[in-house]
């Protein structure tokens, strides 16, 4: 991976940290639900934030140079791979 990447991935997964102790601190405290669920969800998303930023990297990075492989073979097994991590981060 690369910058910038590497650094939003960090700021992200620490901000998720965070919020799960919250969400705990959250539960312990027999918080209403719905808010609970809010919590859920934010913090859901900065994890599927962190992984297009990953998978941006990636395609920048490792991507760029398998794409122009003259290995038919390695372009072909890339594009599977990206094809299974599209369907991963969208899910």
């Known amino acids: 991976m690369i910058e ?8 992200n ?7 799960l102790a919250a969400i705990e601190a959250m539960v312990d ?6 808010d609970v669920a809010q919590q859920i969800n934010a913090a859901i998303g900065l994890l599927k934030q962190a992984n297009s930023y990953i998978l941006e990297g990636h395609l920048l990075s490792c991507g760029a140079e398998k794409l122009n492989s003259k ?11 990206l094809t299974k991590a599209f369907k991963l981060n969208n899910k």
């Open 29 to 34: 405290d027999n918080r209403y639900c719905v």
């Open 13 to 19: 997964l620490k901000k998720a940290s965070g919020q």
């Open 4 to 11: 910038p990447y590497i650094s939003q991935v960090k700021t």
């Open 71 to 81: 290995k038919p073979d390695e372009r072909l097994d890339f594009v599977k791979e």
